[in-house]
């Protein structure tokens, strides 16, 4: 069965320069959500998307924003990276159609600002 | 007080006894609830949802939920050592998800 996908799979950035990540939900899944997960942390809701809208916004900081394109597909965009940064980015997707959303989580960027 | 809470371990049992993890949440009106694992550095996989006060079973998994208490537990059966990691309580709640911290579990051969 197809997987949610996540590009790039290792990333490392200098401070103050920006970063893109990619997410490309299952087939048929209207919903992403991006988490952040720094070690030995639990996953901390950033933002989530519905139907290409922003649907529910978390920790987020305002130097990130994304966004979901009419293909479904998500990307987050970040600047001004700082070392606090660094972190396990994981998207996931649902489909409100399951009414529980379920969430299914993709391998995760893992981003590393030095 | 955090949205959901969990022992964060580490549990160890030794292979092929019970493993019972407890996750507790503070929204009564909380929706949906799951069971994830995740391997060190690899994302978390959901192995259970439960949606209804009482037990669900898949396998050697079993989801109980007590939404008078607001508890929810897993118990897994027949422990192998792969089954060694991180189980992450999650609970829906609106639009929004929330984990818990996670609790370590080692299975010992």
């Keep these: 069965a197809a997987g949610v996908i996540q590009s790039p799979r290792h990333l490392i950035k200098e401070k103050r320069e920006t970063a893109t990540l990619k997410c490309y939900p299952i087939p048929r899944h209207d919903t992403v959500y991006w988490y952040q997960q720094g070690p030995g942390q639990d996953p901390q809701f950033l933002i989530s998307f519905y139907e290409k809208m922003q649907s529910d916004k978390g920790s987020i900081p305002d130097r990130f924003s994304a966004q979901q394109f009419s293909d479904y597909h998500s990307e987050l965009n970040m600047s001004s990276l700082e070392l606090g940064d660094s972190a396990l980015y994981f998207c996931a997707s649902s489909t409100k159609g399951q009414g529980a959303r379920e969430q299914y989580f993709g391998p995760g960027t893992r981003l590393t600002v030095t | ?109």
């Design chain 2, 1 to 109: 007080q955090k949205e959901v809470e969990q022992n964060s371990g580490p549990l160890s049992v030794p292979e092929g006894a019970i493993a019972s993890l407890n996750c507790t949440y503070s929204d009564r009106g909380s929706q949906s609830f799951f069971w994830y694992r995740q391997y060190s550095g690899k994302s978390p996989e959901l192995i259970m949802s439960i949606y209804s006060n009482g037990d669900k079973e898949d396998g050697r998994f079993t989801a109980q939920l007590n939404k008078a208490s607001q508890y929810v537990s897993l118990l897994i059966r027949d422990s192998q050592p792969s089954d060694s990691a991180t189980y992450l309580c999650a609970v829906n709640t609106g639009n929004q998800f929330y984990f818990g911290t996670g609790t370590s579990l080692t299975v010992i051969p």
